[in-house]
């Protein structure tokens, strides 16, 4: 894991995230690609515009446990996408950010989100269609 301590850090306040940046139906799952696991992708995004903390990243993903959100942020910081950067000061702070190999990622979801919203219905439709038949032959 890559940390590191900064003594009484105090960079710049990032603008706050907008608690409905994520459509609550959006079917993620109707992605076609998948970078890590359910929720990275939405991680990814939420770190676009610089360091957060994890209370602010709770913030749009609050339909995400902690305990999960924990995992998720462990999973891009092992695969070296995220790093987790303690602030030694009054109140210890850590906070996440995008390594360039995970800002690099950016341009591939964005690409893979303006897909799947162009093929939206017809992936629904699939999805519905696989469902029907599954329940037909049990």
């Known amino acids: 894991m890559v940390t590191a301590w900064i003594p009484h850090y105090c960079g710049p306040v990032a603008k706050p995230l907008d608690p409905e940046m994520f459509d609550p139906l959006c079917p993620s799952e109707l992605m076609p690609i998948r970078v890590g696991d359910k929720w990275a992708g939405m991680i990814i995004q939420c770190l676009e515009d610089g360091p957060r903390r994890f209370s ?27 790093v987790r950067t303690i602030h030694a000061g009054p109140s210890r702070q850590v906070q996440y950010e995008l390594t360039s190999l995970g800002r690099s990622l950016l341009e591939l979801l964005d690409a893979a989100r303006a897909w799947a919203e162009t093929h939206l219905e017809e992936l629904i439709d699939a999805r519905e269609a696989a469902i029907a038949r599954a329940s037909r032959t049990s």
Do not use: W
């Open 56 to 82: 602010e990243l709770r913030v749009p993903l609050r339909n995400i446990t902690p305990k999960v959100l924990t995992k998720s942020l462990r999973t891009l910081e092992r695969d070296a996408f995220i």
